[in-house]
């Protein structure tokens, strides 16, 4: 009921919504990580809550091999449709919670998320938060931009289960351990001379590969 339940809601939000253009900061991200990589065409990508596709297309384009997830039908249909129109390669659709996802270990060299976590509902984020560095691969990073504590959204959104996550949340879904090298930041945007705040965490998981050992 609960997936039937996410997936009528989202469904129904891109019926007549969704971002028109990636976001800045998973693009300077990809950039800054992979553009011109001579192995590019060897990655294999997630996008996790790939929505209408606007960063599976973006992830095609640079030359990855790329599965993107979604809970809705509506949002998957579109994304292909884009992936479509744009002649490029078609990715591997998945169609589930991010709870559901039952991905081997080291699957994916790059994993990104944009705008996922903080919707998702905070039973789900715990769920999948923990899973996301076993599917790196060794070397891989994941990026995953979500809404803060304190973000002007927090009194505008009300139908969509959105929550805000404090950087003890943060700290919580993602643990420093053995292998593995997290960084927290956050990216603060202001509208109307300051009296908004958007406020979003830009969280990277490093997959330490053999003989290396994460940072203290």
Known sequence: MERQNRADMWDAWHETSGPRF??????QFLY??????DDVNTLSALDLGCGNGIHTELLIEMGMSVTGVDVSPTALSR????VAAADLPQPLFVEALISDLEFPNESFDVIISAGVLDYAGVLETRMTASR????LRP???AFLVFAASGDFREATVKNLDLHCYTRLEVDELFP???G????VDRYITTYENASMQQ???LITLQRQTDGESAKP
């Open 199 to 201: 406020m979003d965490w």
């Open 176 to 178: 420093s351990r053995q």
């Open 22 to 27: 990636p976001h800045e900061k998973i693009v």
């Open 139 to 141: 070397g891989g990073k």
């Open 32 to 37: 800054r990580n992979y553009r011109g990589r």
């Open 180 to 183: 593995l090298e997290v960084w």
């Open 132 to 135: 996301l560095a076993d599917w």
């Open 79 to 82: 994304a292909g449709a884009r």
